[in-house]
């Protein structure tokens, strides 16, 4: 089938052949954006075939924490201490944004993480309508939150309210099964108890998620405890954050029985090794005890702005060999776990339907090049996905059902990386002339 033949975006049913899953050569059939069978597929019709030729299957990674439209930052600003990198690049340069800028650099966030493999992401940021324009165009999966920030001002949170309660209206209205809700309280320091306590109420009467920065500093435990009495954990606790359907982000200074209260909540932690390296936050999010606790963790990549990319087979070694450095342990966070917060854990908390090659799952499929360089010898195919490979390994897309890249090909990329280009140029322009 030539390139111009194939159904880009638009769900078809398929079928691959001669992948290879656990080892083993194998087809898989899907049909209306679910895997139908696996193995057995010799009596199936499909619109379209793909011949996988040996090359690995696997679910598609799910960035369960970015600001994808930071993807126009990246490189504007490295190498400074956090708290004179926002106040003085960051926040003044977004300050300039508008929907067009984050409509091209969530295009430009959607191209790179399809290239690398990525079929679902957790977003949080402005101008969020003209995000979901640039999600559903490209059709990845996303769980979208307009970033709900107070700063304790009662008029401030009324506009917030009223901002998040109109985002989830026209994310409803669109009426695609890819495309989910979230509230997006920024993190406990920049909303107040109120606003706090109207996201959780929102969350639990709409059955929607919840988007929240927690513990990613020493100066954010200190501060809440100074202020509260509490720690940070145990204080969206109190108002109703932390849920089965809450994803919070970094959890690097979390202690042993926060992470224990975030395991009987079920609240999903998203480790996002990469930046908080880059930025210096001090301590790796402590993996163990929220694996004794019974803790989801996930993995994400943050913004493009603190990372520099949104590779997350990058962020998986990282994750893992972050692990062994802090706690001293080679054995921590194996090749085979890394894969499974990177997919399979990602895709619970995203509530996807995905992060599984079975009968019944959401069709959010990769195929892997088997004869890449990484790959040899494959002694270890988890292994080799994990600490030899990134995400130019990945070769073919499916997301519900629906082919997003094939052998390497994704349609308009020429086009999203000159508008997203000029997009940039414009808005650090627009800085420059204050």
């Given at each position: 089938?030539?390139?111009?033949?194939?159904p880009?975006?638009?769900?078809?049913?398929?079928?691959?052949?001669?992948?290879?899953?656990?080892?083993?050569?194998?087809?898989?059939?899907?049909?209306?954006?679910?895997?139908?069978?696996?193995?057995?597929?010799?009596e199936?019709?499909?619109?379209?075939?793909?011949?996988?030729?040996?090359d690995?299957?696997?679910?598609?990674?799910?960035?369960?924490?970015?600001?994808?439209?930071?993807s126009?930052?990246?490189?504007?600003?490295?190498?400074?201490?956090?708290?004179?990198?926002?106040?003085?690049?960051?926040?003044?340069?977004?300050?300039?944004?508008?929907?067009?800028?984050?409509?091209?650099?969530?295009?430009l966030?959607?191209?790179?993480?399809?290239?690398?493999?990525?079929?679902?992401?957790?977003?949080?940021?402005?101008?969020?309508?003209?995000?979901?324009?640039?999600?559903?165009?490209?059709g990845?999966?996303?769980?979208?939150?307009?970033?709900?920030?107070?700063?304790?001002?009662?008029?401030?949170?009324?506009?917030?309210?009223?901002?998040?309660?109109?985002?989830?209206?026209?994310?409803?209205?669109?009426?695609?099964?890819?495309?989910?809700?979230?509230?997006?309280?920024?993190?406990?320091?920049?909303?107040?108890?109120?606003?706090?306590?109207?996201?959780?109420?929102?969350?639990?009467?709409?059955?929607?998620?919840?988007?929240?920065?927690?513990?990613?500093t020493?100066?954010?435990?200190?501060?809440?405890?100074?202020?509260?009495?509490?720690?940070?954990?145990?204080y969206?606790d109190?108002?109703?954050?932390?849920?089965?359907?809450?994803?919070?982000?970094?959890?690097?200074?979390?202690?042993?029985?926060?992470?224990?209260l975030?395991?009987?909540?079920?609240?999903?932690?998203?480790?996002?090794?990469?930046?908080?390296?880059?930025?210096?936050?001090?301590?790796?999010?402590p993996?163990?005890?929220?694996?004794?606790?019974?803790?989801?963790?996930?993995?994400?990549?943050?913004?493009?702005?603190?990372?520099?990319?949104?590779?997350?087979?990058?962020?998986?070694?990282m994750?893992?060999?972050?692990?062994?450095?802090?706690?001293?342990?080679?054995?921590?966070?194996?090749?085979?776990?890394?894969?499974?917060?990177?997919?399979?854990?990602?895709?619970?908390a995203?509530?996807?339907?995905?992060?599984?090659?079975?009968?019944?799952?959401?069709?959010?499929?990769?195929?892997?090049?088997?004869?890449?360089?990484?790959?040899?010898?494959?002694?270890?195919?988890?292994?080799?996905?994990?600490?030899?490979?990134?995400?130019?390994?990945?070769k073919?897309?499916?997301?519900?059902?629906?082919?997003?890249?094939?052998?390497?090909?994704?349609?308009?990329?020429?086009?999203?990386?000159?508008?997203?280009?000029?997009?940039?140029?414009?808005?650090?322009?627009?800085?420059?002339?204050?």
């Amino acid at each position: 089938m030539t390139d111009q033949e194939i159904p880009y975006n638009q769900r078809s049913s398929i079928l691959i052949r001669n992948a290879t899953l656990d080892g083993r050569k194998t087809d898989i059939h899907i049909e209306d954006g679910i895997i139908r069978s696996v193995g057995d597929t010799k009596e199936r019709d499909a619109e379209m075939t793909i011949d996988a030729a040996g090359d690995l299957v696997m679910p598609g990674l799910v960035n369960t924490h970015t600001h994808a439209a930071m993807s126009l930052l990246r490189g504007y600003a490295d190498d400074m201490v956090l708290f004179e990198w926002l106040s003085e690049k960051i926040w003044p340069l977004e300050a300039h944004l508008t929907g067009d800028d984050v409509y091209w650099g969530t295009r430009l966030a959607c191209l790179e993480m399809i290239r690398t493999g990525t079929i679902a992401f957790n977003d949080m940021y402005f101008f969020m309508d003209r995000a979901a324009d640039a999600v559903e165009e490209a059709g990845i999966r996303a769980c979208l939150s307009h970033g709900f920030i107070d700063l304790f001002n009662e008029e401030k949170r009324e506009a917030e309210i009223k901002a998040s309660i109109a985002f989830h209206e026209n994310i409803r209205a669109r009426n695609n099964p890819k495309l989910s809700f979230a509230l997006g309280p920024h993190a406990l320091y920049t909303v107040s108890p109120d606003g706090l306590r109207w996201c959780a109420e929102y969350s639990e009467e709409h059955d929607c998620g919840i988007h929240i920065h927690l513990s990613e500093t020493e100066q954010e435990v200190n501060d809440c405890i100074a202020t509260h009495g509490l720690r940070p954990a145990a204080y969206l606790d109190a108002h109703g954050i932390l849920t089965s359907r809450t994803v919070a982000a970094h959890c690097c200074w979390l202690d042993t029985d926060e992470c224990r209260l975030l395991g009987e909540r079920q609240t999903a932690a998203s480790h996002n090794p990469a930046s908080n390296m880059k930025l210096a936050g001090g301590r790796a999010i402590p993996y163990g005890d929220l694996r004794n606790a019974a803790a989801p963790v996930t993995l994400g990549t943050d913004g493009c702005a603190s990372n520099n990319n949104l590779d997350l087979f990058e962020e998986m070694k990282m994750a893992a060999l972050l692990q062994k450095f802090a706690t001293r342990d080679p054995t921590i966070l194996p090749a085979a776990e890394a894969l499974e917060i990177g997919t399979k854990a990602g895709a619970e908390a995203l509530r996807t339907g995905g992060g599984v090659i079975a009968p019944g799952y959401a069709a959010d499929i990769i195929l892997v090049d088997r004869d890449a360089i990484c790959q040899t010898p494959f002694h270890n195919g988890s292994s080799n996905l994990v600490y030899s490979c990134n995400g130019t390994v990945v070769k073919t897309v499916i997301c519900d059902g629906a082919i997003l890249m094939h052998d390497r090909h994704i349609p308009g990329e020429d086009e999203i990386l000159e508008r997203a280009g000029k997009a940039a140029s414009a808005l650090v322009g627009r800085r420059n002339v204050e």
